[in-house]
C-alpha cells in the first residue's frame, strides 16, 4: 500500500539553527501539506501546496518557514532558526484531490518526525 | 468562522461497551466534509471514516459509525463492541468547500479502553 514517508524520525537541534525537514508524498498525489502536533495539543495546520506553490498557510507559518518541492518527489519544510516552541511532531501529508462533497479527499498522513530544540 | 470542537478531553469504557466520541462544527459553508482521525501512542494519524454534508445516511466503517446530526452540525462517532486496541485520540476534522485545500482539527479526545 502507498504511503507517505517522513525523515528523520526524530531530530534534536539547538535552539537558532536550521532545521529541514523531509517528506515523501505518495507519488500520483497533487497536495501536499504539513501540519504540526506540540506534545499532547491538538493538530495544527501548517501550510498547503498545490502546483508548486504554497495554496495557504496559518498564522503560525511565519517568515521563518518554508517549503519546497524541488525534485518532485521530495517535499520540505525548512525552519530557518529554530525557537523552544517549535518542539513538536511535525506531520506531513497528501491527497490525491481535494475532493467534491461526494469525495472523502482523504488525506494520508506519514508518521511524523518529532523535533526538539533545546 | 471554521470551528471544530471535541469537548471531552478524555474517557474510560469499558472493553466490548459502545462509546460514541463528541465532535460538533461551525462553519457557514453548504458544502463540506467531516473526518475522524485515530492516534495511537506511536504517533501516526489514521483515517476512520469520512461524512459528506449532502450524504443523507450516516458513515459506517465496520464498528464506526458517524452520527452526523447537520441541523445540530454535530459528527459524533460511534464505535461499536470497543477494543483494548481502540485506546488511542481521536481528533474529528473538517473541510470546507471554500478552504478546500486546508483540513482543520478539533483538539482531540483522549480514549482509554479497561479490560
Known amino acids: 500500500e502507498p504511503e507517505v514517508t517522513q525523515t528523520p524520525s526524530h531530530q534534536v537541534t539547538q535552539m537558532g539553527q536550521e532545521v529541514i525537514l523531509r517528506c515523501v508524498p505518495i507519488?500520483?498525489?497533487?497536495?501536499f501539506y504539513w501540519y504540526r502536533q506540540i506534545l499532547g495539543q491538538k493538530v495544527e495546520f501548517l501550510v498547503s501546496f498545490y502546483n508548486n506553490e504554497i495554496s495557504e498557510k496559518s498564522e503560525i507559518f511565519d517568515d521563518q518557514f518554508s517549503v519546497e518541492r524541488p525534485d518532485g518527489s521530495n517535499f520540505t519544510l525548512k525552519i530557518r532558526s529554530t525557537k523552544l516552541e517549535d518542539s513538536a511532531m511535525y506531520f506531513c501529508a497528501s491527497q490525491i484531490s481535494i475532493g467534491g462533497h461526494r469525495d472523502t479527499g482523504e488525506l494520508f498522513f506519514g508518521e511524523g518526525s518529532r523535533l526538539t530544540v533545546l | 468562522a471554521q470551528k471544530i470542537t471535541q469537548t471531552q478531553p478524555g474517557m474510560f469504557v469499558q472493553e466490548k461497551e459502545a462509546v460514541t466520541l463528541d465532535c460538533t462544527y461551525d462553519?457557514?459553508?453548504?458544502?463540506?466534509?467531516l473526518f475522524w482521525y485515530k492516534q495511537p501512542s506511536s504517533g501516526e494519524m489514521i483515517f476512520l471514516i469520512y461524512?459528506?454534508?449532502?450524504?443523507?445516511q450516516n458513515a459506517t466503517e465496520g464498528r464506526y459509525s458517524l452520527n452526523f446530526q447537520k441541523a445540530r452540525k454535530s459528527a459524533n462517532l460511534v464505535i461499536s463492541a470497543s477494543q483494548l486496541g481502540d485506546s488511542a485520540m481521536y481528533f474529528c476534522a473538517m473541510r470546507t468547500e471554500d478552504r478546500d485545500d486546508k483540513i482543520i482539527f478539533g483538539k482531540g479526545t483522549r480514549l482509554h479502553i479497561l479490560p
Open positions: 462553519t457557514s459553508d453548504q458544502s463540506y466534509g
Open positions: 507519488s500520483n498525489h497533487l497536495y
Open positions: 461524512q459528506g454534508s449532502y450524504d443523507e
